[in-house]
């Protein structure tokens, strides 16, 4: 891990993170390159590469998240930004799901090291999920989900009555928002102005697109 690059992230979004959270980041990168040699979790292992695309774009939602919060991360892969999350918020109840099982086992052994009780790493399919804990969650994200439509209507029946959704997209996020504002509307959720940044080292533009259930 680059801990200087990860120090200047933490101080441009006013986070703060104690030595204790900076070195539980490590620990991840450190346990994701030891497994990703007799499992394929990720296809970025530079360590620059890492600290940016792993842990600082999932550190973009950290400032979103209110105490307290019921979150869950959906197509959660081996745990970003869920396990970013649930270091970063202690104060927050951080679920993840996905259909990979090596990938929740990933998540699990992490749980397992840094002690993370607020951390729900869950084997299966969304619309299960959805089917058994309807309008559990204050907040329901996912990170490059193959489409924004798609991912509001997996998300829709697990939000809360006052929730949100936040899609971490593309440089396009805020565009294909306004393409599909129709299909957002329907499902019961309104548009709020999205949050554009640009990863260091030039390593791409994103934004998050965020919808809150309309009253």
Known sequence: ???????????????????????????????????NKKINL?????????????LIDSLHLVPE??????????????????????????DCL???????????????HICRLLKLANLEPLHGRVEQLAADRPGTFSLVTSRAFSSLALFVELAAPLVSATGRLISMRGVDGEKEAKQQQGQI?????GLEPPIAYRLP???????????????
């Open 65 to 90: 998240l209110r105490s307290g919060d019921r979150v869950l991360d959906i197509g959660s892969g081996a745990g970003f930004p869920a396990l970013v999350l649930a270091i970063a918020r202690p």
């Open 42 to 54: 990720t296809a970025i292992t530079s360590r620059d590469e890492m600290t940016i695309k792993h």
């Open 185 to 189: 509307e329907s499902a019961g959720f």
């Open 94 to 108: 951080v679920s993840s799901i996905d259909a990979v099982g090596k990938k929740i086992s990933f998540q699990k």
């Open 201 to 215: 080292h030039k390593m791409g533009e994103r934004s998050l697109v965020i919808m809150r259930k309309a009253r």
């Open 1 to 35: 891990m680059n801990r200087e690059l990860l120090t200047k992230a933490v101080a441009e979004l006013n986070l703060e993170l104690a030595e204790q959270q900076v070195g539980a980041c490590e620990l991840v990168l450190q346990e994701l390159l030891r497994w």
